[in-house]
């Protein structure tokens, strides 16, 4: 096609060739002049005059063709500006290339801007310098836009590093709190005086809230992080918010505040969410609740609609008779480091952040969260959120994925643990924990290398391995004994314990070849699950140094003669003291089996868990706690379990009456 055509034009006269240029060089001028990028042309031979100056150029000077055309750079820019557009020229037209200025600001009626320019050398036929073509671009947006990009890129590497530092100061923190609220565990049911248990008292209260703090940093940077991840596991949600209120409720009395529950009157059908979290914003809003009220009660009301197929939305109301919230705070109190007013910290502490993850955990859910409060007035929070409902509640051992068996077999006695531990309290403090648990044959490393070494020298059952050692860590020393197994058979069960709770430590852990992770400070009871999966472990021991017990006492004796100090009196005296002091109890309960709410029935359940809980009577401070929580309850019901308290007091009397501790068994 093209060669016919060109073969064409050559044959054409020459008339006709003449216009067929004209027109080609006029179609050209109309592209030159409307293409959407500035063009101009400078006449070389004529000092640099203007003979070109397209629309888009008129455009982005803002100055027309017709003002321009004829002059030079000097009669529209300012002297340095031309001073420097000449002398490129000049080097361009010498050079005979197309030089390209990346970047050169021009001073124009908006002001002055970067741009990019490339120019074009032109010669005449006889190679003489002839016209200067150029071809400008204004460079701000993009030059905005890396630097915008840079600026996003250093905040990126600045959150990032401000993760990297909380979660570090998060590990400082905890090591030694870890410690602190061990040891208080553990001093805890040792015979002290008063005074020593006031202080010990305090010591944990500090301790726990200062863990409370450094855990609301940590949430709320793992949340700006984007590192929070939100589980998915069948859960009662009911049932869990009898659990926080049950909780709570020793809190509430001891302020003479009346909290109760209202549960759902079509009872809610299981659902799949994060339970943890969920009891995170039921503790925050019920835990300020009880903080703020001085006097009448909190109410939980929890309510659902069914919101699809196979959809629910749960709704909870947390109302105050509180110092209440000036409606222009309603805002501020979500946010972080924020509080109502600035006399709060000083009256009643806190950071401020609890309403913020609390806002943040409810929205991350899907949900959203409001407050209804005026000043003397109280409060009512209220959120919602929305869930799949669950086809089965699942216990955390059906949630490991790990699908390993969870009921060790062997006996604490039999096994050889190495602990690899750099601080001392720490090494004292699990010490005294797994000597709690029935282990007898503890090896304690200093540090990585000479946990290697010990691991090496002697055959071991199971390893607890702290993450941060000194000589060599953790993962490298999980690593190096999963080197050492390979090609045999045994694969010693080794589990991680660490401070730091950052996302994703839990792959690094495994990734490195142990088998369970546990943060710090060490909480027992999941502890004794964790080790449960391995070891043979006789239920909840109330004294670290308590002998395993069959699992049909009543009570663990351990506590009487922690008390007694083998003094066979004072045994007798507690013992006959109990039993009085159980049957009053027994008698104020059954006189308040009623429909409703019922003060006088909590306080009666709370009495007798404590001294449940203080003689070691495990199944009683179970159906206490139980009866505790029996917050808005039928009379029926609390008949029902009244009857169980009794039937439970009678065998505990029978228990003590084998032991000659008591004269009559019933
Ligand atoms: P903190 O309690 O640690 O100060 P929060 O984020 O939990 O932080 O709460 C922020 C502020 O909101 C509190 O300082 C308090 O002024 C106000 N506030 C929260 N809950 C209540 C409530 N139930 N009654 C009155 N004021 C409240």
């Known amino acids: 096609m093209r060669d016919e055509r060109s073969a064409k034009s050559m044959n054409e006269p020459a008339d006709i060739a003449t216009a067929r240029t004209l027109s080609e060089s006029k179609t050209l001028d109309t592209i030159v002049r409307n293409l959407p990028v500035a063009l101009f042309a400078k006449d070389v031979r004529d000092n640099y005059r203007m003979i070109m100056w397209n629309h888009a150029a008129e455009k982005l000077f803002g100055i027309s063709a017709a003002d321009i055309l004829g002059k030079t750079d000097y009669d529209m820019f300012p002297q340095s ?12 037209m010498q050079s005979r290339h197309v030089v390209d200025i990346p970047e050169e600001p021009i001073t124009t009626a908006r002001g002055t801007w970067p741009a990019h320019t490339i120019k074009v050398p032109v010669y005449d036929d006889e190679g003489n310098p002839s016209v200067l073509f150029g071809i400008v671009e204004d460079i701000s947006f993009e030059k905005q836009s890396i630097e915008n990009y840079k600026a996003k890129v250093a905040a990126e590497q600045a959150n990032q590093a401000k993760s990297e530092f909380l979660a570090n100061m998060s590990h400082e923190l905890r090591t030694p709190l870890n410690s602190i609220i061990g040891m208080a565990r553990l001093l805890s049911p040792t015979a002290l005086n008063d005074e020593q248990r006031t202080m010990l008292e305090a010591v944990s209260k500090a301790s726990q809230m200062l863990l409370k703090t450094v855990d609301d940093i940590l949430d709320i940077s793992k949340i700006e992080a984007k590192q929070m991840e939100l589980e998915s596991i069948g859960f009662d949600a009911t049932k869990l918010a009898q659990e926080i209120v049950g909780m709570l409720q020793p809190l509430a009395s001891q302020k003479g505040l009346l909290l109760s529950l209202h549960q759902p009157a079509t009872p809610m059908p299981p659902v799949m969410g994060d339970s943890v979290r969920l009891a995170r914003i039921l503790n925050n809003l019920i835990g300020n609740a009880l903080k703020y009220t001085h006097e009448g009660q909190i109410e939980v009301r929890l309510d659902w609609v069914q919101s699809g197929k196979g959809t629910l939305e749960m709704r909870c109301h947390v109302a105050d008779t509180g110092i209440g919230i000036a409606p222009e705070k309603h805002a501020l109190i979500f946010q972080e480091f924020s509080q109502a007013d600035s006399s709060t910290t000083r009256k009643y502490g806190g950071t401020g952040l609890g309403l913020a993850i609390t806002k943040q955990l409810v929205e991350m859910m899907g949900g959203q969260i409001s407050v209804k409060s005026a000043p003397g007035q109280g409060s009512v929070f209220t959120f919602t959120i929305p ?10 051992e059906q949630a490991d994925q790990t699908g390993r068996a969870v009921a060790g077999t062997q006996e604490p006695g039999h096994i050889r643990v190495l602990v690899a531990e750099d601080n001392p309290l720490n090494q004292l403090f699990l010490e005294k924990m797994l000597e709690g648990f029935g282990f007898t044959q503890i090896h304690v490393a200093n540090d990585g290398r000479q946990a290697l070494d010990l691991y090496r020298s002697g055959s071991f059952d199971l390893v607890l391995m702290d993450c941060h050692m000194p000589e060599k860590n953790g993962y490298e020393v999980a690593s190096a004994i999963r ?18 709770v950052m996302f994703g430590e839990r792959d690094k852990c495994l990734a490195a070849g142990m088998d369970e992770y546990i943060g710090k400070p060490i909480d027992l ?5 964790i080790l449960g999966q391995w070891v043979k472990l006789a239920p909840l021991p109330d004294s670290p140094s308590a002998p395993a017990q069959s699992y049909e006492a009543p ?34 309960l059954r006189a308040n089996c009623v429909d409703g709410v019922s003060k006088p029935w909590y306080e009666a359940a709370h009495m007798l868990k404590n001294s449940a809980g203080n003689i070691g009577a495990r199944k009683l401070f179970e159906l206490s706690t139980q009866a505790q929580n029996y917050v808005s309850e039928t009379a029926q019901h609390r008949l029902e379990l009244v009857d169980a308290i009794e039937a439970e007091l009678r065998r505990i009397s029978y228990f003590f009456y084998d032991q000659g501790l008591t004269s009559n068994a019933a």
């Open 525 to 529: 009871d999941k502890f004794r699950q």
């Open 555 to 588: 009570i663990n004796m351990q506590n009487i003669r922690d008390y007694s100090q083998g003094n066979r009196d004072r045994e007798l005296h507690i013992v006959g003291l109990f039993i009085e002091h159980s049957r009053d109890v027994l008698e104020e």
């Open 81 to 92: 500006e031309a001073d420097f557009f000449r002398a490129t020229d000049e080097r361009v």
């Open 387 to 396: 869930f799949v409902i669950a086809t089965e509640i699942e216990t955390p």
């Open 483 to 500: 080197t050492m197994e390979k090609g045999g058979s045994e694969h010693v069960p080794i589990i991680a314990m660490t401070a730091n």
